[in-house]
């Protein structure tokens, strides 16, 4: 029998810990909540969680903090932060402290469940494949393992980040236009929102390219979309 995935709920609503919680439990999940951010880092520090719902504002140490501080240990958990609706620019640090995902509260629970579902379904979809390696230029990724070696040095990456990455490698030259990444790494439309690829693009150009600014690997195609060259 699968064990079963653990999500840690980081939310100071009591209310929508409940219904998060509720939910989830019945979806399978077993579950973890903490009220506050330091008790948040904390659990998803201890507890190794498969996934974490990650709220922004919350007391003595908010989301972004939680989610950097995690990401710079080299913790690659997925992370959904839940931002409010009139905070847009949250959603925009959430992703560049690392988040794979975010939601806008309130949500649909169903949408809550759907995400969870298919980040979680990514991480550990490379577990059963037969061991396949893809190298091009300096970089090799492990699609078993999800693990990178860039120029020589192992690369900590996210769940997305690795799924983009994988993808470009595997397809080396083809054009994804930003609705065509959404729609397959993100499994849903965020319709007209591109920043969400524009920032995972940024932050995996950050970790596997030697100068960032200049990127040799990940490139862009003016007003079409991103490509992969070896
Ligand atoms: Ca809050």
């Not at 993100?186 to 950050?206: A, K, S």
Request: charged content about 30%.
């Amino acid at each position: 029998m699968e064990e079963k995935k653990r999500i840690l709920i980081v939310e100071d609503e009591r209310a929508i810990v409940e219904i998060l919680k509720f939910n989830l439990m019945r979806e399978g999940y077993d579950t973890l909540e903490a009220l506050d951010g330091e008790l948040g880092l904390e659990l998803a520090r201890t507890k190794d969680p498969d996934l974490i719902l990650l709220d922004v504002m919350l007391p003595k140490m908010n989301g972004f903090e939680i989610c950097q501080n995690l990401r710079d240990a080299g913790s690659t958990v997925p992370i959904i932060m839940l931002t409010a609706r009139e905070e847009e620019t949250d959603k925009v640090f959430g992703l560049e402290a690392g988040a794979d995902d975010y939601m806008t509260k309130p949500f649909n629970i169903l949408e809550v469940k759907a995400r969870i579902k298919t980040i979680l379904r990514r991480a550990g979809a490379g577990k059963e494949a037969p061991k396949m390696e893809i190298t091009a230029g300096d970089i090799t990724i492990n699609i078993n393992t999800r693990s990178v070696i860039s120029h020589g040095e192992p690369v900590n990456l996210t769940v997305k980040e690795f799924d983009l990455l994988n993808l470009f490698m595997s397809n080396i030259g083809k054009i994804y236009s930003r609705d065509e990444l959404l729609e397959t790494i993100w499994g849903f439309d965020y319709i007209g929102d591109f920043r969400t690829v524009d920032v995972h693009i940024r932050r995996l150009r950050e970790k596997i390219e030697k100068d960032p600014a200049n990127p040799k690997h990940i490139m862009t195609k003016w007003g079409v979309g991103y490509y992969f060259a070896e």
